[in-house]
């Protein structure tokens, strides 16, 4: 094996070949010549706007100032993206020279699964999530998984029992015929029938079987919510429940169901297996138990005495691994002789095994995946998001950067001298760390492991690590690492949304938003990309702004923007042409549609005219203590017919909400606008295209408004489905948009 040293004295002799390569992305001097004029055009937006702002007396003072300041603001944000676009870069782990030179000396891998409801994350797509890492390809006495469950479910936990007697099989099958992915369900339905040779045909049959009727015994037990009588008085695991009272209020579960230093843990070709733990952290009703960020922390600690692997996966527990060769690709990054010292943590992309072709949600986000956070990569580190991300433990734990530690891949922690302890001392030991006042006193949730009081513990962990001085690296593998379940209606996705913003917006209050707390531990370049993200909720007022304002002012017959005629129309033209010219282009090269841009559109403005305001306007009741926080977890499972509608792209609403009500009556407050400003042109003014002429601009952003919004008409009055929007969605917006429009016109 080489040391680092050595690495260094075969890198001057040219000899040397490192774990992973940088590429840097070509074209970006094209990219910049087009933002420079972009700008310059904005600029000119901006001349305009404080030039020709109305005089006293003049109609539409105020609208004119407020425009101002929303174009000032859009424009300042705008320059925020352009970090992203200076210098992506892209990575190659070789993963052969890996084993080449560390095969023997490969560390151990603590690989944490988080659930939290098995109602809306069934405990069999669990587990499927949890076989998928256990199948990794990687020696297998260097793994471990461990499944935290929120819910402290009896169920889920009999799942696991029963993947842990699956595994036994399969493991052995995924390393026969080089299986992929290793999620047994995502398997079979990618292989419906198996064309392989004989021997593998008759084996895929056997195993399939086995996984089928393990899945109708789990899927049996959900429904009738108990776990089977037999196997209920077998395992002495279930006593643990005798004292639970609810998910709240119990104490701490633990179990672990595999562990190699004990022989009944090896698979049925006799070889070892990885450890598999099951744990429910204590929870107390009087206690704050943090969400995900405190599952982790439990996890952190209890991984600490059982297997202490020096590297930490952590996934959701729908993200199943894809790809058995991606842990072997993210060691390459952290084992590199030169580099691999200062990198904290590896991130995937999020990608979703459930997303449609033109993605009417806008759940895959593929100019974020493919594009930004390649940015950021080159700026010195992705975020962390949660899922799919490897971390080393110290770090995770809060170890400050110094150029020393350099060798520390050398020194392995050994565990060999747990052997003789025993599997129940060792349990009980553990629940102590995932008693619910173990933190108490300590900086847990502060300096160690994943931060608390955050919306989005992912991101402002991710960013706390930065700060003290790692760096990140962003991995995006041709076959994707892992795959998971994006939200499939439109009120999940904009309450997923509020979380992201309304994180995104508390990381910037705390001190991890400020400019001089992160002075020279991140790039000026990779505090603006932070910000662009951190800052969404501040699109929510600007963006209603936009969709009110100028609409109301049509229906006045009151002018906003140039006309026609008029040179001042070349910026508008431009800006706006040029720029939804590039997102489409760099949407397309993402992989996306056309279709699938005009949907992205759509969310863009839904999500900041509501997931966005309500974020903002709870963000800062909870400043001021009038609500507390809260973690509403995504459901992973649809009914039938929601599916169908999912699948064939037809937008769910399903029921009536705020934000939907919300969004209602600014499609219909646009409509009305657009078909008043047009039957006052024809039939009472009788100007002739007078309004074509000096209010262009107003009928286009009008008539976009409403033809982004078409689902929400059809929604309301054409279809019969159960997805449509409610009767009283219908009612309160129709009238809240009408009255708005009346009570306009009649104030004048
Ligand atoms: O009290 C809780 C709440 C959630 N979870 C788990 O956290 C994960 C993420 O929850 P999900 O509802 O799927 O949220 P998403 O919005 O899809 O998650 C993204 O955003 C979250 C932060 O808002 C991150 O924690 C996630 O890793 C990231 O994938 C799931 O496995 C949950 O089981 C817990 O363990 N405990
Ligand atoms: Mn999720």
């Not at 009914?639 to 009500?661: A, C, H, I, W």
């Amino acid at each position: 094996m080489a040391t680092e040293a050595e690495a260094e004295a075969e890198a001057e002799a040219g000899e040397y070949y490192p774990l992973f390569e940088t590429r840097r992305a070509r074209g970006r001097f094209i990219y910049i010549i087009f933002s420079l004029s972009l700008f310059v055009g904005i600029c000119f937006i901006w001349v305009y706007r404080v030039s020709h702002i109305p005089r006293e007396g003049e109609d539409g003072k105020w609208a004119w100032i407020g425009l101002l300041c929303v174009d000032l603001w859009f424009g300042l944000y705008w320059l925020l993206r352009h970090p992203f676009r200076w210098n992506p870069v892209f990575r190659q782990p070789f993963r052969h020279i890996l084993s080449q030179r560390y095969e023997k000396k490969l560390p151990r891998v603590d690989m944490f699964v988080c659930t939290a409801d098995p109602g809306i994350e069934p405990p069999v797509m669990v587990i499927n999530t949890v076989l998928s890492l256990m199948a990794y390809d990687y020696p297998k006495e260097k793994l471990s998984v461990y499944l935290s469950d929120d819910a402290a479910s009896d169920i889920t936990f009999y799942a696991l029992l029963e993947a842990s007697i699956f595994a036994k099989h399969w493991l052995p099958f995924c390393k026969k015929f080089k299986v992929e992915p290793t999620s047994p369900a995502a398997y079979f339905k990618a292989i419906a029938s198996s064309s392989h040779t004989n021997q593998h045909a008759q084996q895929f049959q056997a195993i399939k079987k086995l996984y089928q009727d393990m899945e109708s015994r789990i899927e049996n037990a959900c429904k009738v919510g108990q776990v089977p009588h037999e196997v209920h008085s077998k395992h002495k695991g279930f006593s643990q429940w005798d004292s639970y009272s609810s998910r709240h209020d119990h104490d701490t579960i633990i179990q672990i169901l595999l562990d190699g230093r004990d022989s009944s843990a090896e698979d049925v070709e006799g070889n070892v297996m990885p450890i598999l733990v099951y744990l429910a952290r204590e929870k107390r009703p009087q206690v704050a138990h943090n969400f995900k960020a405190g599952a982790m922390n439990a996890l952190i600690r209890v991984s600490s005495t059982i297997s202490n692997g020096e590297i930490i996966l952590n996934v959701d527990c729908d993200m199943y691994s894809n790809n058995s060769q991606s842990l072997r690709d993210a060691l390459c990054f952290f084992m590199d002789e030169v580099k691999g010292h200062e990198i904290a943590f590896v991130q995937t992309p999020q990608c979703f095994e459930n997303v449609t072709k033109n993605d009417l949600y806008g759940g895959a986000m593929p100019v974020c995946y493919e594009l930004e956070f390649h940015g950021m990569d080159g700026l010195g580190g992705s975020m962390y998001i949660g899922t799919g991300c490897f971390h080393r433990r110290d770090i995770l734990c809060g170890r400050k950067f110094n150029y020393q530690c350099r060798n520390a891949w050398n020194e392995y922690k050994n565990i060999d001298h747990m052997k003789e302890e025993n599997l129940h001392k060792l349990e009980e030991k553990s629940k102590t760390l995932a008693s619910c006042t173990y933190e108490e006193n300590t900086s847990w949730g502060e300096e160690m492991g994943l931060l608390y009081g955050c919306a989005v513990e992912d991101l402002i962990t991710g960013l706390s690590i930065k700060f003290r001085g790692w760096k990140s690296v962003y991995y995006n593998p041709e076959r994707r690492a892992f795959l998971g379940v994006a939200p499939t209606t439109l009120p999940e996705t904009l309450v997923q949304h509020k979380r992201w913003s309304e994180g995104g917006f508390q990381i910037q209050l705390s001190k991890y938003g400020s400019a001089w707390y992160g002075w020279g531990s991140i790039s000026p370049g990779l505090q603006m990309a932070y910000c662009y993200y951190n800052l969404w909720v501040l699109q929510a007022l600007p963006t209603l702004y936009y969709c009110i304002i100028p609409s109301l002012y049509l229906l006045k017959g009151i002018p906003l923007f140039p006309q026609m005629s008029s040179p001042w129309l070349i910026p508008y033209a431009y800006v706006m042409l040029g720029d939804s010219s590039y997102c489409l282009l760099e949407f397309l090269w993402s992989g996306g549609t056309i279709q699938g841009w005009w949907n992205d559109t759509r969310m863009w403005l839904y999500k900041r005219t509501s997931s966005y305001l309500f974020a903002f306007v709870d963000v800062i009741l909870k400043r001021f203590g009038f609500s507390e926080s809260g973690f509403v977890v995504s459901a992973k499972v649809a009914e039938e017919n929601v599916s169908q509608r999912y699948e064939k792209e037809v937008m769910e609403f399903g029921d009536s909400s705020p934000m939907l009500t919300l969004l209602a009556t600014l499609a219909f407050l646009n409509l009305f606008c657009l078909v008043g400003a047009l039957l006052n042109q024809v039939f009472i003014r009788e100007g002739g295209l007078r309004i074509y002429e000096t209010m262009t601009l107003q009928v286009l952003l009008s008539g976009v408004l409403v033809l982004i919004n078409l689902p929400v008409y059809q929604g309301l009055y054409l279809r019969k489905d159960k997805g449509r929007l409610p009767k009283s969605v219908a009612v309160k917006s129709t009238v809240l948009a009408l009255s708005a429009c009346v009570l306009f016109v009649a104030i004048s």
